[in-house]
């Protein structure tokens, strides 16, 4: 298994895709706090919570590395080589899972670091240092870790409907749809629900609060469970259907 999850991981990290992937899911939660940082102040516990969770926005991308690495796959063709290779679809398709998951977790990890680089001096130079806000050095090192699970099972539940959908476009509008459009409506129309959506679970994990969320918010390991029961799930169905699918 652990060769199958090697190869896997290699042929990620040679594609082009994962490296603008990465950098984007580094680029972009950087950009948003340094945009943040610069025109408005950060003065309490909820605004020091609200600015280090957009680490947390790597999980978008590492999200759709995941529907592309697995559907990629089928839309070019390589999909039949790798099952030649390895027989066994299904130890094929955790491998691919657990290697996306290495990958979410590496640009997680670099988002973290960066974000906290910049933030960190930032804030103490306006007269904010972290400990002024009530946030202890656990607290910040819980924030950096949910937002890198985040990010590490993100990419599983990616994978997860990349294997089912096949089709790469259609497998990326749909995810993107789900998770910007569909997910944050009916979180804000059902408050009951939002605690269980792939949104609230996600800020939960990425160490936001109940007040910024406008809901109900599980504790952060108890929502990074149930994320991960969910990228399971998907994972499940994808191996129910994987070893039926005709690979021309």
Known sequence: MSALIAAEFLKLRTTRTFWWLSLVA?????????????????????????????IGIAGLFTLIL???GAAGEYRH??????FLVAPDRRRVLVAKALAHAIGGLFAGLVAAVVVLAIAIPWLSSQG???????????????????SVAYAAVAAI?????????????????????????VDPVAAGLAHQYGKFSLQGLGMAMSGNSSENAGYELFAPG???LIYLGYSIALIAAAAVAVPRRDIG
Do not use: M
């Open 222 to 224: 108890v929502s990074g």
């Open 157 to 181: 539940l990616g994978v997860g409907f990349g294997s089912l959908l096949t089709s790469q476009v259609a497998a990326v509008v749909i995810v993107l749809i789900l998770v910007s459009v």
């Open 77 to 82: 063709g390589t999909i039949t080589s790798t």
């Open 26 to 54: 580094v680029a972009l939660p950087v950009l948003v706090v340094v945009i943040t940082l610069a025109t408005s102040n950060t003065v309490s516990q909820d605004d020091g919570r609200s600015l280090l969770s957009n």
């Open 66 to 68: 995941g529907v592309v």
């Open 128 to 146: 904010h240092a972290v400990g002024t806000l009530s946030l202890s050095t656990g607290d910040i090192a819980a924030i950096a870790a949910g």
